[in-house]
């Protein structure tokens, strides 16, 4: 258990901090769920369109930290090529 002031403050903030991040994360799942969804029931055109909110979704969970950018990128370029093939 912490002691200091400044260890109790470190606790409540580094809780505060995992509720964005779990909250930024979970966005993320949902945005590239989605997209996944849409190219396996072949709707292309709709896929597209919500890939750019994956993008969005992705790139700002790895400029918090949530991810790592070659996590963000790596998953980027396989919604991409996915949609790609559909075609």
Do not use: H, P
């Not at 849409?38 to 909110?53: G, H, N, P, Q, W």
């Not at 790895?62 to 996590?71: C, D, F, P, S, T």
Request: charged content about 40%; hydrophobic content about 40%; glycine content about 2%.
């Amino acid at each position: 258990m912490a002691i200091s002031k400044s260890a109790k403050l470190a606790i409540n903030k580094s809780e505060r901090n995992k509720v964005v991040n779990d909250r930024r994360k979970k966005t993320m799942r949902e945005t590239v769920k989605a997209v996944r969804t849409l190219i396996v029931k072949k709707d292309v055109a709709t896929a597209e369109k919500s890939l750019s909110a994956a993008f969005k979704a992705l790139d700002k969970a790895a400029k918090r930290g949530v991810i790592k950018k070659n996590q963000a990128s790596r998953k980027k370029s396989r919604l991409a090529l996915a949609i790609a093939k559909q075609k």
